[in-house]
T-cell receptor
Framework: DVKVTQSSRYLVKRTGEKVFLECVQD?????MFWYRQDPGLGLRLIYF???????EKGDIPEGYSVSREKKERFSLILESASTNQTSMYLC????????????FGPGTRLTVT | AQSVTQLGSHVSVSEGALVLLRCNYS??????LFWYVQYPNQGLQLLLK??????LVKGINGFEAEFKKSETSFHLTKPSAHMSDAAEYFC???????????FGAGTRLTVKP
């Protein structure tokens, strides 16, 4: 069974704080993704990584950065959290290939006050 | 660019009734199509996927979807709704030459007793 875990289920941070969201997968997948999920907007891609130390911007990268130093771990960083970054954050992984499904973690619900 | 539209942000059915969740895609080439389900406070789980083999795809939990190229649709159906089907459902698409997976806005299914 593929397992994708995220470091926190719920997180509350203050405006201006630096926030780290961690994602770990145990299936040796090359590709990893970070999405944010907001009501009525579905999932929007923030960043994705084809492999270790590789990253590509998605649709909404502003205010975020990522790090992938090891194959199993993909970190999302909010450099200076703002209230408009309050959202559900979902991590996913997959083997390469457009026909391949993504496997999702349980999500981190982040509230920035 | 490919995109996917889910018609109806909320669908309500009675237990035992037919479930029909609509998804249309816009693409000039045949895409790969996916349906995911999200239960409350969980990540997304794959229900089924279309990868250009059979046009009628069977998934988990009794769901199926039919790819209709002429209608650019990939609607999700289940003959008889169960209370446990209450969740949010997402349609997603990727193209054969593109790693991006695009998600619809989601449809929340309510099942009434």
């Amino acid at each position: 069974d593929v397992k994708v875990t995220q470091s926190s289920r719920y997180l509350v941070k203050r405006t201006g704080e630096k926030v780290f969201l961690e994602c770990v997968q145990d299936m040796d997948h090359e590709n990893m993704f970070w999405y944010r999920q907001d009501p009525g907007l579905g999932l929007r891609l923030i960043y994705f990584s084809y492999d270790v130390k590789m990253k590509e911007k998605g649709d909404i990268p502003e205010g975020y950065s990522v790090s992938r130093e090891k194959k199993e771990r993909f970190s999302l960083i909010l450099e200076s959290a703002s209230t408009n970054q309050t959202s559900m954050y979902l991590c996913a992984s997959r083997v390469p290939g457009q026909a391949k499904e993504q496997y999702f973690g349980p999500g981190t619900r982040l509230t920035v006050t | 660019a490919q995109s996917v539209t889910q018609l109806g942000s909320h669908v309500s059915v009675s237990e035992g009734a037919l479930v029909l969740l609509r998804c249309n895609y816009s693409s000039s080439v045949p895409p790969y199509l996916f349906w995911y389900v999200q239960y409350p406070n969980q990540g997304l789980q794959l229900l089924l996927k279309y990868t250009s083999a059979a046009t009628l795809v069977k998934g988990i939990n009794g769901f199926e979807a039919e790819f209709k190229k002429s209608e650019t649709s990939f609607h999700l159906t289940k003959p008889s709704a169960h209370m446990s089907d209450a969740a949010e459902y997402f349609c997603a698409v990727t193209l054969y030459n593109n790693n991006d997976m695009r998600f619809g806005a989601g449809t929340r299914l309510t099942v009434k007793p």
